[in-house]
């Protein structure tokens, strides 16, 4: 069972050039979520998914694309990248259901993006 | 968005130690999760509390829910260089998570 796996691990990136993060799970999730984590500012959602075909912006969209065409990947893409979105990137899936109070998400060991 | 604050940013402590990390919010939290993150590697889930005052357990480590359900805490007994790792308190609503900013925690032996 390998959970939820994230290629690459590690990334540079000259200004301006674009590339596709990817995140794929085995657990048959159906939600599924693109956080990035910088120093001093905690995790911070970006895109999400309920289900396959579905997306929805989180609390910083501005220069990433997501789509879902399979429950089990969920692709993050820089259109066209900045110094800002230099940051470590995680996936995270988890069951729906349960109403409101969610179940715990399982998380990708991350990528490391750096753009110059 | 619900804004969650934890305190403290950072501890450094021995071998052997207790200590209790908070998580505060000015509203209301449907449930709230608990994670720890390693260097390197992402956040793993610890518990989830649903109802007010609710108290679980998890080996040394005791998680609290306050009555209002605007606030937890995270208690460490005797801790062990192996709970070094930051620490992320997160308001689940449906789909999404919303972190706080976390409590790094480091266990000298």
């Known amino acids: 069972n390998a959970g939820v796996t994230q290629t690459p691990k590690f990334q540079v990136l000259k200004t301006g050039q674009s590339m596709t993060l990817q995140c794929a799970q085995d657990?048959?999730?159906?939600?599924m979520s693109w956080y990035r984590q910088d120093p001093g500012m905690g995790l911070r959602l970006i895109h999400y998914?309920?289900?396959?075909?579905i997306t929805d912006q989180g609390e910083v969209p501005n220069g990433y694309n997501v789509s879902r065409s399979t429950t089990e990947d969920f692709p993050l893409r820089l259109l066209s990248a900045a110094p800002s979105q230099t940051s470590v990137y995680f996936c995270?899936?988890?069951?729906?259901?349960?109403?409101?109070w969610g179940y715990g998400y399982t998380f990708g060991s991350g990528t490391r993006l750096t753009v110059v | 968005t619900q804004l969650l604050e934890q305190s403290p940013q950072f501890l450094s402590i021995q071998e052997g130690e207790n200590l209790t990390v908070y998580c505060n919010s000015s509203?209301?939290?449907?449930?709230l999760q608990w994670y720890r993150q390693e260097p390197g590697e992402g956040p793993v889930l610890l518990v989830t509390?649903?109802?007010?005052?609710e108290v679980k357990k998890l080996k040394r480590l005791t998680f609290q829910f306050g009555d209002a359900r605007k606030d937890s805490s995270l208690h460490i007994t005797a801790a062990q260089p192996g709970d070094t790792g930051l620490y992320l308190c997160?308001?689940?609503?449906?789909?999404?998570?919303?972190f706080g900013k976390g409590t790094m925690l480091l266990v000298s032996p």
């Open positions: 997160a308001s689940s609503r449906y789909s999404t998570l919303t």
């Open positions: 509390v649903v109802t007010g005052g």
């Open positions: 998914s309920v289900g396959a075909g």
């Open positions: 995270a899936s988890s069951y729906s259901g349960q109403g409101p």
């Open positions: 657990m048959n999730h159906e939600y």
């Open positions: 509203s209301v939290f449907s449930s």
